[in-house]
């Protein structure tokens, strides 16, 4: 069975902004998931802010194994109940792609337990996008760099803990450097953050970022695997023990009483 | 100058359990800020849970290179203003020993991103604690190993991301392991989690684990460095780019304009 | 197509040792292969010690995705020249499994650069291999934890660099832990190293082993994925930079120098 | 006491060529030295290949705790034996700061376990050294970047593990990137690895480089911490078991025989 994915967008500058619009004219989640459904591995959808439940209802991201977040304006929106249910998705194995903004988004942020800042400039520079690891299956067919002739800067210090690994550093024309692709681990599920992707210049048209994308979902996608109960913290009695236990000493807790959280 | 370290203790148990009050009639904290204060080189001060602010007012905190934290039962209680402060001074570069169930607690589970859970069980059963890396500054002192007669089992699987380095792993009586000492970073800040502290036992008496308490928070502090306005994220105007740069393409923003959060 | 795994066994106590082989009638190496081709999706042949460039002539190793190496008591035999042969293919991105006492083959010690020691003991005595992330890939069906009544005790300070990611840690009956599940990275090859494997317990007929080792060679697969020349050090011309660039200053190469190796 | 460190060089270019010996008539190692020895608490001394046993006797190694290596033309010269002697002492706890040119040393290769390999040009162009994390002890006091007015252009991929930290990247005129400042572990060393260091170019007379070069000896030493026989395989015998502990089953070894290496 295919990858399921699900491209969820903000969908704010690319109902009002004119400009966005031409470029994205079925939204960037549109344009997004029409990219990864090139591969006949994947099978992706789209979920906006504006639909009920952000169109991200438990048992659709029950069926989901990778979702991709571009959200930019309307960070604050976002409920925070499908927040906190898309990181325990994250965290029973689900994979996520975190697309330029999303940074600053509250999945991201809740995730990376870091401040997630960064440096930008919008003056639609070259950015070349160096392939750290040119073997890294989400580097496939990239080449040992590419180039997007129109971003935004995004500079270093980015604000996020040391990553799994690096896959991606950017050079800028006006100066400054980025690690714009990176890999992380939160519980069973594996997240890859790519910066490029601002919503004025048409990135996400780019054969290679296409490309980086398709692999990056492959790369995330986790099919059949679910780490049950991934919050929970059980007791095991004494009675239970794998090896002959006798209990000694004082207890705080009775039996059967839960642990505090 | 000494190292200047606060204890943060939740002080429940310590007052309220007679039991734990026997073991540690200056509370927890006490005892660990005596263990701390052992070094010449460290100035460790208490603060508590039903202190103003939790004891831990902005200026207190900016003076202060690694702060330790003991909490179990009113980890909900800690105000989550308190707790933004405190993780925004970790970014900045001030240390975290994080100890027993202060996994659980809401400054662990921000800065983790991560469920945080294992499981457990109070059994005064053994615990023999194996020094993964003999040679790293928090193991300095201990040799291979050293056991805990006594100790709450703390299980795997540890819900925390991938550590920067594993620093203890521990054998149980009744059949698990423990990753017990683990590094991470966020930001500037190191953090150390270290698992040994149940309140019914004397585990903080305990002369090896007072020499790794020391250790970490010598490892821990960054004396002097701050990484400063850490959650900015500042624009970089086209007029002030290191490198020649004329603005090309259309923007999104109108110069001075904050970037959405 | 499916993944090409080679077993590669020292076999030499497989034939000299008479428990050894009436526990692997086909060798090690044999009851290996045979596990992983119970999965549709590897293809897994052997190669051996005494065969002509030990069974891994350079065009068979550049058409395997995975190579699995076990051996212990004829580390000292295995050609330098193989030794690097085998390398190389791991930088340009074939998988590599290394199993038990392989901890001090060569080719293992040469890719960590650290001294692969560590303690043992062999008194057929219980090891519980928990997994601590069991939404890895590696421990896809696991379960929490599985046994092996019969091993060789692995004991830490296991000397490794920091891993990419811990997947098992075991518990030994006679109080060691051992960090039996460990991945790591060089180049664009992914490592796994996996301790259980000891030659006179029957562990490679044990069902969850086998299911490890065929999800690990899933895992260290990247089918059409080649870090081409991958020890080269080329020189990127002035007149060849990406960006105008003028030459400035001295200069020590001549033009079309090979750098110094 | 002073951290010592030794400032090994390998002392070709800095005697045959006239340009190299203008920029540093004491040679690159004697002009690091000094810098080092601008800090109260560093005594530095130097070592070079002409010297027998390439002035690092293994009493003279066994008493430092931070090696600095800076090697170009002669990478080959050095003894198999000395390298060996280097990389223990780095496995027991000596820091190791591996400097430009060094990538390719066999120290620096036979620690890392991949290629090392790089990307270069020597066109005197500007290179900026971004900090990845400002407040890493090494990065102390540099500010959000630096630069250096001519510099050979070192570029990704840069054949090396993912590393513990990433310090610094660099940004070069022509349109490249490099990690320039990276951390690793083996054993019981910290080893860092930074980039800048041409000869040709007065590099090590830069401040932000002094500076850099101090702080990555203090981050790097750990003065009275030895990992005693490192490279040892103990076996543990049945009778000395930390827990009660029956022998089961066969064995292959017989009492007290060493494993096979």
């Not at 325990?88 to 996520?96: A, F, P, Q």
């Not at 995730?111 to 070259?126: D, P, V």
């Not at 070349?128 to 067919?141: D, E, T, V």
Request: proline share 6%.
């Amino acid at each position: 069975m295919a990858v399921q994915a699900i491209v969820w967008g903000e969908n704010v500058h690319d109902r009002e902004n004119e400009l966005v619009r031409s470029i994205y004219p079925d939204g960037m989640h549109g344009c997004i998931a029409e990219a990864l459904n090139e591969s006949p591995d994947i099978s992706a959808t789209t979920a906006t802010l504006e639909q009920d439940e952000h169109g991200l209802p438990a048992d659709r991201l029950a069926r989901t194994d990778v979702l991709l977040w571009w959200g930019h304006k309307a960070h604050g929106d976002v409920d925070d109940g499908i927040v906190e249910r898309v990181v325990e998705r994250v965290w029973e194995g689900m994979g996520l792609l975190v697309l330029h903004s999303g940074h600053f988004s509250k999945v991201f942020k809740r995730l990376m337990g870091s401040s997630c800042a960064l440096t930008w400039r919008e003056a639609g520079e070259r950015e070349r996008l160096w392939a750290i690891n040119p073997a890294h299956p989400i580097a496939a067919g990239v080449g040992p760099y590419f180039e997007l002739e129109q971003s935004e800067m995004y500079g270093e210090p980015f604000g996020v803990p040391e990553p799994l690994e690096t896959v991606f550093v950017s050079w800028y024309e006006g100066g400054e450097v980025f690690r714009s692709g990176l890999t992380f681990q939160r519980g069973g599920g594996r997240i890859f953050y790519f910066s490029p992707g601002h919503e004025v210049y048409p990135v996400y048209h780019d054969a290679t970022v296409r490309t980086i994308l398709r692999n990056a979902v492959m790369w995330a996608a986790k099919p059949g695997i679910r780490w049950e109960n991934v919050a929970d913290a059980p007791n095991r009695p004494v009675g239970e023990a794998l090896e002959p236990l006798e209990e000694k000493g004082p207890r705080l807790h009775e039996d059967g009483e839960a642990g505090y959280r």
